[in-house]
């Protein structure tokens, strides 16, 4: 159960989500029809040093999943089409002249390692200092390809400052990124997450995220069954548990949309199908229930 002012450890809480995102990145390097790469995405998971990681990495839970007859996309696809929008949109914020991007509760994102970035390019990551912390000793030894500024700070606090303090320029347009951030603040952090977003935005700005119903749909066999399926190769985590009640939480096209920024936006399905991995009907319905946004300010 979440509580204000709460913490984690890499492999607990909203940690844990962090390397679930990994594991899935790493599964899809894997692929031969993979549509990106993220080499250090294994080796994060791996630097856990946790035997229910591992598994896993090394195929465990898919196959379990598999023998219930829930192989298809569902999260996977969710996960992936979500990384391969987020990456385009940074290509298309670079191509347009934005060299100073700012990664919101970054946890294991490794796109300032593995993406190619413009000479000039600044890029900060904020997350809790224990997350940064462990990222930085898992990737030790490995150059990121832009100016990479650690921010550790908790987004429920007063970030902008420390931002700031780090070198952020409010005068220049910026590439913000908010991706699986959304439901893990409850609403009154939200608002201020975009109020500061808002603030701190040039002309020229713009933010990705993604966004949707906070609660699955799942009912609530699948949710016990897939908890019990991570259970059973070592990794206790209830997502559910993890996100903060839909009620009061504003919408983030029609926030952006109504302070003058262009909104456009676009399913997972249409990503996937873009890329030549549609998704079925049953798959479809699995993560509908997501919208993927870029804002501009004008």
Do not use: C
Request: hydrophobic share 45%; net charge negative; charged share 25%.
């Amino acid at each position: 159960m979440r509580t204000d002012g709460d913490s984690w450890e890499i492999t607990e809480s909203v940690g844990a989500t962090a390397l679930g995102v990994a594991a899935m990145r790493a599964a899809e390097t894997r692929r031969d029809d993979a549509l990106f790469h993220d080499p250090y995405a294994e080796r994060l998971v791996r630097a856990t040093g946790d035997s229910g990681w591992a598994r896993m990495l090394d195929g465990d839970f898919a196959r379990r999943r598999a023998e219930l007859g829930r192989a298809g996309v569902g999260n996977g696809g969710f996960l992936v089409g979500r990384t391969v929008y987020f990456d385009e949109y940074f290509a298309a914020a670079t191509a347009a002249g934005l060299r100073q991007v700012v990664i919101l509760a970054a946890g294991l994102d490794a796109r300032a390692f593995r993406l190619e970035w413009p000479s000039g390019t600044v890029l900060f990551e904020l997350d809790q200092p224990k997350v940064l912390a462990f990222k930085a000793g898992a990737l030790t030894g490995v150059a990121p390809a832009a100016d990479r500024r650690e921010v550790a700070v908790d987004l429920r606090q007063d970030w902008p400052k420390i931002l700031r303090d780090n070198g952020f320029n409010p005068s220049a347009p910026t590439a913000w990124l908010a991706e699986g951030l959304l439901r893990y603040l409850p609403a009154d952090a939200l608002d201020r997450l975009f109020d500061n977003i808002d603030g701190l935005s040039a002309t020229g700005s713009r933010i990705a995220l993604n966004s949707g119903q906070v609660r699955s749909r799942r009912s609530e066999y699948e949710r016990v069954a897939r908890a019990k399926l991570l259970a059973d190769i070592g990794i206790q985590l209830d997502l559910d548990g993890l996100w903060y009640d839909e009620a009061g939480r504003s919408d983030p096209a029609e926030w952006f949309g109504g302070r003058g920024w262009t909104v456009s936006s676009t399913s997972l399905a249409e990503v996937l199908s873009a890329h030549g991995r549609p998704t079925s009907a049953d798959e479809s319905a699995d993560i509908d229930r997501h919208t993927l946004l870029t804002a501009i300010r004008g």
